[in-house]
């Protein structure tokens, strides 16, 4: 209590009054803006319609030919691009070829071997004879074998002839 008797000989207010009185003011100030902002008219908005289909545009034949020039570059950039993009992924799908094709070549190597070690093994006269011998074969016996020309002896020196040419009938 004393503290409010010294404050209302100093001429201060309760804090409740101030604040009351800060809120009126701000009201105040508020409501002044607004006022300016609006001027003395109330604010109203009109359309406005522009009928464009009357004008007609000036040809520049200087922007043109700029227009030109710059599609012209950018054409001939684009095509260089595309082709520097076309060799490129041209270049990487035939490595994958040439890789592929490397490894086809392998197989067919690996396979090759494979069918000689075969081609040896069965032509192996000792499998040969040990097989004919299970059938029952055995080995011909002198005179047994008769040959197509007639020779007896195999090693026997041969007089080469020359057959008369017949034409061919037709």
């Known amino acids: 209590m004393a503290t409010q008797a010294i404050a209302a000989q100093a001429g201060f207010e309760p804090r409740e009054s101030n604040f009351d009185r800060a809120m009126e003011r701000n009201q105040s100030l508020l409501a002044a803006q607004q006022r300016a902002r609006r001027g003395p008219t109330p604010e109203v908005l009109f359309t406005k319609r522009f009928d464009n289909s009357r004008l007609i545009k000036a040809a520049d034949p200087a922007r043109a030919r700029e227009m030109r020039t710059f599609a012209c570059v950018m054409a001939l950039l684009f095509g ?3 082709m520097y993009g076309w060799q490129h992924l041209s270049g990487i799908e035939y490595g994958y070829r040439i890789e592929s ?3 086809s070549l392998q197989q067919l190597e690996e396979q ?3 069918l000689r070690l075969t ?3 069965l032509g192996d006269p000792e499998r040969i004879d040990q097989m ?3 059938l029952g ?3 011909p016996r002198p005179g047994q074998v008769v040959r197509p020309d007639g020779a007896a002896d ?3 020196p041969v007089l080469a002839e020359a057959a008369p ?3 061919a009938i037709r």
Request: hydrophobic share 45%; net charge positive.
């Open 137 to 139: 074969l055995a080995a």
């Open 154 to 156: 195999p090693n026997a």
């Open 101 to 103: 094709e490397k490894q």
């Open 132 to 134: 004919a011998r299970q």
């Open 119 to 121: 081609e040896a093994q």
């Open 165 to 167: 040419l017949v034409p």
């Open 80 to 82: 260089l691009i595309m």
């Open 112 to 114: 090759n071997r494979q």
